[in-house]
Nanobody, 121 residues
Framework: QVQLVESGGGLVQAGGSLRLSCAASGIIFSINAMGWYRQAPGKERELVAVITSGGQTNYADSVKGRFTISRANAKNTVYLQMNSLKPEDTAVYYC???????????????WGKGTLVTVSS
């Protein structure tokens, strides 16, 4: 089985920084895109940032210039550096990955269980 485990969430004051990590483990042949989504209370889950296996990135307009996504392919890990945090960034942040377990299997989508980020004003 494949697991995505997030870490790095917590409570931070507005203007502060946090770095989230997500490590994929289990039987993994290759990972395509990896990304971060978030869900605030009473709102739908939304894309925050995504990075391809080649390093191309895409960000939600609300986080451009403040957040940076990166990955360490050898570690099957994706990071999200969050700077200049705002109270509206408060949400549960979920890791997501498209990966193939073996050379013969299809690419499937996996989710982590999430990590809570709370930004106080």
């Amino acid at each position: 089985q494949v697991q995505l485990v997030e870490s790095g969430g917590g409570l931070v004051q507005a203007g502060g920084s946090l770095r989230l990590s997500c490590a994929a483990s289990g039987i993994i042949f290759s990972i395509n895109a990896m990304g971060w989504y978030r869900q605030a209370p009473g709102k739908e889950r939304e894309l925050v940032a995504v990075i391809t296996s080649g390093g191309q990135t895409n960000y939600a307009d609300s986080v451009k210039g403040r957040f940076t996504i990166s990955r360490a392919n050898a570690k099957n890990t994706v990071y999200l550096q969050m700077n200049s945090l705002k109270p509206e960034d408060t949400a549960v942040y979920y890791c997501n990955a498209d990966l193939r377990q073996t050379i013969a299997t299809d690419v499937l989508n996996y989710w982590g269980k999430g990590t809570l980020v709370t930004v106080s004003s």
